[in-house]
C-alpha cells in the first residue's frame, strides 16, 4: 500500500499540505493559520488508535455513542525536539459498555493495529494507554 503527501511552502513559516487523497491542511510554525507539524502528528496518532478502539468495539457489538482520545506528549528539551512520552486516554462513551471489552479494544489498537502507535514506539517513544467509560441513557 503506498500513501502521497505534498507540501508547499506557503511564505513566512506556513506551508499548504495536500494529502493524496485530496485533501488540503494549512501548516502552520507560528499558529496563525493552522496546526503545527508535531500537533499533526499527534491527531495522526489520535485518529488511527480511535479507529481502531471504536471499530473493535462496534465488531464485539458494544453499544459505543462516542469516543474520545485525549491526548498528553512530552517532547525533548533539545534539538531535535522528538516526543519522549505520549499518553493516549479514552473517554469511551456508550450503553451497557462492557469493562473488559474496552480494555481488550485499547490494547489491541496498541500492540496490534495503529500503525502510527507503534511506529513511534519502534522509534523510542513511551507511549501509555489509559480509558475511562462514561454511561449514556
Known amino acids: 500500500m503506498s500513501m502521497s503527501a505534498k507540501v508547499k511552502w506557503d511564505g513566512d513559516v506556513r506551508f499548504q499540505g495536500t494529502t493524496g487523497s485530496g485533501f488540503d491542511v494549512m501548516i502552520d510554525g507560528e499558529l496563525q493559520k493552522g496546526p503545527r507539524p508535531m500537533e499533526l ?3 495522526g496518532l489520535g485518529g ?3 479507529y481502531d478502539v ?3 468495539l462496534k465488531k464485539t457489538r458494544q453499544d459505543v455513542v462516542d ?3 485525549e491526548i498528553e506528549a512530552e517532547r525533548a528539551d533539545e534539538v531535535p525536539a522528538v516526543f519522549t512520552k505520549i ?3 479514552f473517554v469511551v462513551s ?3 459498555l ?3 471489552k474496552v480494555e481488550r479494544a485499547v490494547k489491541l ?3 496490534q493495529y495503529c500503525s502510527a502507535s507503534l511506529m513511534l514506539e519502534k522509534g523510542g517513544v513511551e507511549i501509555t494507554h489509559g480509558y475511562e467509560i462514561v454511561e449514556v441513557e
Request: hydrophobic share 40%.
Open 41 to 43: 502528528m499527534l491527531l
Open 48 to 50: 488511527c488508535t480511535s
Open 54 to 56: 471504536v471499530g473493535i
Open 67 to 69: 469516543c474520545v482520545a
Open 87 to 89: 499518553h493516549v486516554k
Open 94 to 96: 456508550g450503553r451497557g
Open 98 to 100: 462492557n469493562e473488559k
Open 109 to 111: 489498537s496498541a500492540e
